[in-house]
């Protein structure tokens, strides 16, 4: 069992559609990362997160650590958040720096 | 600033080639990030280096070579590589490693996209 699991591996929606994606995990972690992946390309960091809910324009991400489980919201979607999604966290201790990656979530927002 | 810039974008080589992989950033910071991502995969850690030393290297093979010159400064040489060593190759950096949560926000750059024939 991988140590982050996210879902959906794949997601299509409509444009204007509200967005979610999971992840959980099983290690005990430090911090959780939502980054996104846009095709062939590079990663940009959209959260940081140790606890509670951050907001950013139409994106949101909630943690809930006793349930070991975080979410992406993206509200109104648009053709333009069409990405991979991927979820990481970072340990305690040493391994602090070192991120954990999830597998991604492929969304594909269609106009 | 928060770009961290990688040259070149795209890269061809045969098996017996010699290249260079450049990572730089001009954040401040000290650590720095080698990633390997192979298509539709995560990417997977290579190296990491805190303040120029070498602290993590993930049994990558002796074939890829790393050196960080200087505190912005990241270069992943490539000597006698593998078709299946064709991927994108990602560098991060982030203010710090290990220590402190705000310090482990990694910046990413675009990649290199590697091909080996």
């Known amino acids: 069992k991988n140590e982050v699991e996210q879902s959906p591996q794949n997601l299509t929606a409509q444009e204007g559609e509200f967005i979610t994606i999971n992840c959980s995990y099983s290690?005990?972690?430090?911090?959780l990362h939502w980054l996104q992946q846009h095709p062939g390309g590079g990663i940009v960091s959209l959260f940081m997160?140790?606890?509670g809910k951050k907001k950013h324009g139409r994106l949101i991400a909630t943690i809930n650590i006793q349930e070991k489980h975080s979410s992406l919201h993206i509200t109104a979607s648009h053709p333009r958040d069409s990405a991979v999604y991927i979820c990481?966290?970072?340990?305690?201790?040493?391994?602090?720096?070192?991120?954990?990656f999830g597998k991604g979530t492929k969304l594909s927002v269609k106009p | 600033d928060t770009e961290v810039t990688q040259t070149p974008k795209h890269l061809v080589m045969g098996m017996t080639n010699k290249k260079s992989l450049k990572c730089e950033q001009h954040?401040?910071?000290?650590?720095m990030y080698w990633y390997k991502q192979k298509a539709k995969k995560p990417p997977e850690l290579m190296f990491v280096?805190?303040?120029?030393?070498l602290s993590i290297n993930e049994s990558v093979p002796s074939r890829f070579s790393p050196e960080c010159p200087n505190s912005s400064l990241l270069n992943l040489h490539l000597h006698a590589l593998q078709p299946e060593d064709s991927a994108l190759y990602l560098c991060?950096?982030?203010?710090?490693w290990g220590t402190g949560l705000a310090k482990n926000i990694q910046y990413f750059g675009a990649g290199t996209r590697l091909s080996v024939l």
């Open positions: 280096y805190s303040y120029e030393k």
């Open positions: 997160l140790s606890s």
């Open positions: 991060a950096s982030s203010q710090a």
């Open positions: 954040m401040g910071h000290r650590a």
């Open positions: 290690v005990g972690i430090s911090a």
């Open positions: 990481a966290v970072s340990g305690y201790g040493g391994s602090q720096g070192n991120l954990i």
